[in-house]
Structure formats: structure tokens, C-alpha cells
Nanobody, 124 residues
Framework: QLQLVESGGGLVQPGGSLRLSCAAS????????IGWFRQAPGKEREGVSC???????NYEDSVKGRFTISRDNAKKMVYLQMNSLKSEDTAVYYC??????????????????WGQGTQVIVSS
């Protein structure tokens, strides 16, 4: 059974850092694109970053230069390093696996599975 579990969220002050992790089970990550999304209160879910099968990365404009996505296929893990956090980064963050190797901008194509989400709160 395909499953994604996020961890690493929490409360952090503006300017701080967090590293989110996403553990996959039940399938291989080797041939798929993987992405991170977020949903702030009262807003739609938005794509934050995507990494293709070959390791190409894309980012939503507001996080460029601050967030870094990475993958470790052998460990079936995906990470999102978030630096210089701002209050507007407050949201529930989700990882998602695409149904093919490619990203469409900051979003994996043909998403086939979501994690349950991890809360990130940026506040002083």
C-alpha cells in the first residue's frame, strides 16, 4: 500500500529554519517526480517545490532562494529544507508523489498519493 508520512513541522521564529521529511512506503520513488505543497488557513493548496525523477528542481516564486527540495531514493525519503522563514510560510505542508517522472513547474504531474500533512507555524 502506497503511503507517505511527513514530519519535521513545528513552531519557529521568523528568520529561522526547519527541515521537513517525507517517508514513502509501499512503492519505489525511483521513477517518479515528488513535490511539496502547502495550504494556509482560508487558502487553496499550492505547489511549493517539485523534484523530477532525474533530480531537476522547481520552486514557487515566493520560496526561491530560501527552500531546497531533495530526494534520497535509496532511503525512500524526500526533504524540504526551509530557511529564512517568514510568517507567510505558515501552513500545513504536504508531500505528494506524481504518476510520472516529470514536474510541471513546482507541481508533480498526475499526483497519485498525498501525505497527511505537517503543520509549520512561523511566529514570534
Amino acid at each position: 500500500q502506497l503511503q507517505l508520512v511527513e514530519s519535521g513541522g513545528g513552531l519557529v521564529q521568523p528568520g529561522g529554519s526547519l527541515r521537513l521529511s517525507c517517508a514513502a512506503s509501499g512503492f519505489t520513488l525511483d521513477y517518479t517526480a515528488i513535490g511539496w505543497f502547502r495550504q494556509a488557513p482560508g487558502k487553496e493548496r499550492e505547489g511549493v517545490s517539485c523534484v523530477s525523477m532525474r533530480g531537476s528542481t522547481n520552486y514557487e516564486d515566493s520560496v526561491k532562494g530560501r527552500f531546497t527540495i531533495s530526494r534520497d531514493n535509496a532511503k525512500k525519503m524526500v526533504y524540504l529544507q526551509m530557511n529564512s522563514l517568514k510568517s507567510e510560510d505558515t501552513a500545513v505542508y504536504y508531500c505528494a508523489v506524481g504518476g510520472n517522472p516529470y514536474c510541471s513547474g513546482a507541481v508533480p504531474l498526475n499526483i497519485r498519493s498525498w501525505g497527511q500533512g505537517t503543520q509549520v507555524i512561523v511566529s514570534s
